[in-house]
DNA sequence: GCCTTTCGATACGACACTGTATCGGATACA
DNA sequence: TGTATCCGATACAGTGTCGTATCGAAAGGC
């Protein structure tokens, strides 16, 4: 089992294989399911390797929380500044709901991202840890979204039909529960529909819901 | 722990106890940490009596997934029927985010209705049976709110923004996502708010959104 | 080049949970 | 009241997982 790759040897090395194994065996059967033994396996490991980085499956869930939070807030975070630095004549008239789609679709296009986030979220729903970081995860999301549009009103000139801060709210609701469905609807036709479908129905009805909501 | 009521004896009231017993155990430690024991200790049985009902925890899940939604569907039906018994002189200006919270707040008020139907649709994201029975009562639910809509516009005269499905869409999505953040909310800090400002933090968004979305 | 330290593998004991097979008592019916 | 049936309790074997304790080897310091 061990891999021909062996070359770099530090421990953190190990910690992040291990967190990326989690990552994926979490999103395939779910945080409960997934046994120790399960991620190491995945990671090239033994448990030998995962009690001597972490105290417990708790520990790395966190841990790994907090990981794809950051990520996340990062990847919207580029966006942003790729807007800023397009200047203000970068926009055409009417892309707005295409920009946000593009903003928004982090975590839209892997199915992974999208059940991660789905356990993150119900453990939040019963451990405190988990639901301030869950929280201030969101706070973060809404605060750049806002940001998003505030500087495309501003660069347009468009007075839209709330503040910033509450679109971005109703927007990140409405993505996120249709990056949701659009999985659900995958799983239930299990016909594997690829990526780009899913895709394509979350953007679509993220565009229409951004037009109603800003304009 | 044999309660002092063993009058009815039949086999139907056993099997509604287990799956009560299932449903407060799930919402408490998530599906896959309970386990069969669990829900028969808090049913006031012992394993037996589970096989002798169900073929595994699943099964029970999958009647329990359908009982729930049948249950708040014909919760939202019979508001429905309130609503238009009431008939055309029954609505003040401006209460209908009012109505609408009031018909959709079925299972916002209780924290046990959020975890199960969070249980249910983290499990539609990995199995088609319960995927296909959430997709089904989704749609169920929109019908339903699409009609209330439908209803108050005739009733008032009102020309809403957008068509009736996709605001009962929108409701439902916004409705659902306040409902898990309140409850995480709660989690996060600790101090256990009660109930009520819960339902006051749902409520209000969602009337929020129903301005904004409908006017 | 030796020695210390670190890190992951292996081995072990313990435990929780599952599903089945069997048993005893209660219920229904005549 | 006697008998057949049903249903839940109990007992049991099997399995998977956990956390720790120990060991061997590779890395890094001098």
Redesign the interface.
């Known amino acids: 089992m061990s891999d021909v790759k062996a070359p770099t040897r530090s421990r953190e090395n190990t910690r992040q294989r291990l967190l990326d194994a989690a990552m994926a065996v979490f999103a395939e ?5 997934a046994s120790v033994e399960a991620i190491c396996e995945r990671a090239g490991f033994t448990r030998g390797a995962f009690y001597s980085n972490f105290a417990s499956k708790d520990e790395l869930f966190l841990q790994l929380a907090a990981r794809v939070a950051s990520d996340r807030v990062a990847a919207v975070q580029a966006r942003v500044g790729g807007l800023v630095a397009a200047g203000p004549g970068g926009f055409d008239e009417g892309e707005i709901s295409a920009i946000l789609e593009q903003v928004l679709d982090v975590g839209a296009d892997d199915r992974m991202g ?2 991660l986030m ?2 993150i ?2 453990r ?5 840890d988990v ?2 970081a ?2 201030a995860q ?1 706070a973060e999301m809404q605060r750049n979204v806002a940001q998003i549009i505030t500087d495309i009103g501003a660069l347009k000139g468009i007075e839209f ?2 503040d910033a801060a ?1 679109a971005a709210h ?1 927007m990140l ?2 993505w ?3 990056a ?2 659009a ?3 995958g ?2 036709d ?1 016909s594997e529909r690829g990526e780009a479908a899913l895709r394509a129905a979350t953007g679509a009805h993220l565009a ?2 951004a037009h ?2 800003l304009c």
């Open positions: 059967v779910g945080l409960d399911a999208v059940l789905s356990e979220r119900i939040a729903l019963r451990d405190p639901a301030r869950f929280l969101d039909r709330v509450q109703l609701t409405v996120e529960t249709a949701v469905r999985v659900i609807r799983v239930a299990e229409e819901a109603l909501i």
